[in-house]
């Protein structure tokens, strides 16, 4: 009797050799510790304990030394710590796109379509007739001999300027973004992380246009008593602090950061999960987290207005669902004219991916 045999199948790893298995685990690991390799370690030496991750095999320092070997950690031998490297901060970003994006097909340029017929480098499905100053690329010639054929017969084929089809192709537009993350107190507050998607979602966003649209830009901003532009390279050791939330001094330091950039199309994405209860005035702090302080939000609106007067659309993602908030999130987006999402935990990255990719399919005049 003829059969098969299968060998190699890991159901549990899915096929990945025990490092790859423990990397995988080792980078989500990451983003809840705030880039702290020692802590990641730590709780992966219990996993592998309780499920036997390297199959009783492959240990922990196996896996140590292969992560050193393989330049994802260093270790300062004088102070006994364990940190990770540039390329550990990318592979993070990589698995954050992965998770929350899905895999994406592969683009050229990686810039945002307009749909404004032009010359461009995205074929548009529709075709035209041929116009004097039409460049050659532009013929679609499948289409054209199909008319020549409709108009002169097969029999006595020939193709004239009236048989020629052009297929346009697409304008793309440079997009610049700056995506505002709130570290305020209240993202870790009554048990539930909020930091972490967000990081999620920021370490994805900056990955996506890094690679998919180049010459695109992308700041963050953080806010919490103050507000403060991260580098990419800094997001996976983002951590909450005891502040408020001062989405004033986000909405300033993004408007500033934006009116640096060149780009025709702006546009800010702010991920919060509670009211603005804190404003700046002068040196000192005013600070009110009892219900809706309108001298803060009179200020807020006043910056979603200037907002909406230099053409820079503001997207907020609120992961809070009290109903006073989602009130001033309405009436804040209202005055901005951009757009507000009351997104969960889980479907915070799809939202965003879903509202960043739709500005490709926008018109700019």
């Known amino acids: 009797m003829s059969g098969f045999q299968f060998s190699g199948l890991d159901p549990r790893g899915q096929g990945k050799s025990p490092f790859d298995t423990m990397l995988d685990l080792f980078m989500q690991l990451l983003t809840y510790t705030s880039g702290d390799a020692g802590e990641a370690l730590q709780w992966l030496n219990e996993l592998d304990k309780e499920y036997q991750l390297g199959n009783g095999e492959y240990g922990m320092g196996d896996f140590i030394d292969d992560l050193k070997q393989k330049g994802y950690i260093t270790e300062d031998q ?52 041929f116009r004097f100053g039409d460049m050659l690329e532009q013929i679609d010639f499948t289409e054209s001999i199909r008319n020549a054929q409709i108009n002169h017969g097969i029999d006595s084929f020939r193709i004239g300027e009236d048989d020629l089809s052009i297929r346009e192709t697409d304008f793309k537009t440079q997009t610049s973004t700056v995506l505002m993350i709130d570290i305020s107190h209240s993202m870790i ?69 934006l009116r640096r950039r060149k780009n025709p199309n702006k546009q800010i994405f702010m991920i919060t999960d509670g009211k603005p209860t804190c404003l700046k005035i002068g040196k000192r702090y005013y600070k009110n987290s009892f219900g809706l302080d309108r001298k803060v939000v009179n200020r807020c609106m006043s910056l979603a207005a200037s907002c909406k007067k230099l053409k820079i659309p503001i997207t907020t993602f609120m992961i809070a669902t009290d109903p006073y908030l989602q009130h001033f999130v309405q009436e804040f987006t209202e005055m901005n004219h951009g757009k507000a999402y009351f997104a969960s935990l889980d479907n915070l990255g799809a939202f965003i991916f879903k509202d960043f990719e739709s500005g490709k399919r926008k018109t700019v005049y």
């Open 78 to 129: 004088q102070k006994g710590e364990i940190r990770i490297t540039p390329k550990t901060e990318q592979g993070i970003r990589k698995k954050s796109l992965e998770e929350i994006f899905g895999k994406l097909r592969k683009a050229g340029q990686g810039d945002h379509k307009t749909f404004k017929p032009g010359q461009g480098d995205e074929l548009n499905p529709e075709t035209r007739p």
């Open 189 to 257: 507050l009554y048990g539930e992380d909020r930091i972490t998607p967000a990081k999620k979602v920021a370490m994805a966003l900056s990955e996506l246009i890094t690679t998919r649209y180049p010459k695109d830009t992308l700041d963050i901003v953080v806010f919490g008593n103050d507000a403060w532009p991260v580098e990419i390279k800094d997001l996976p050791y983002l951590q909450v602090g005891p502040y408020h939330t001062n989405t004033v001094a986000g909405l300033e330091l993004a408007m500033d950061l």
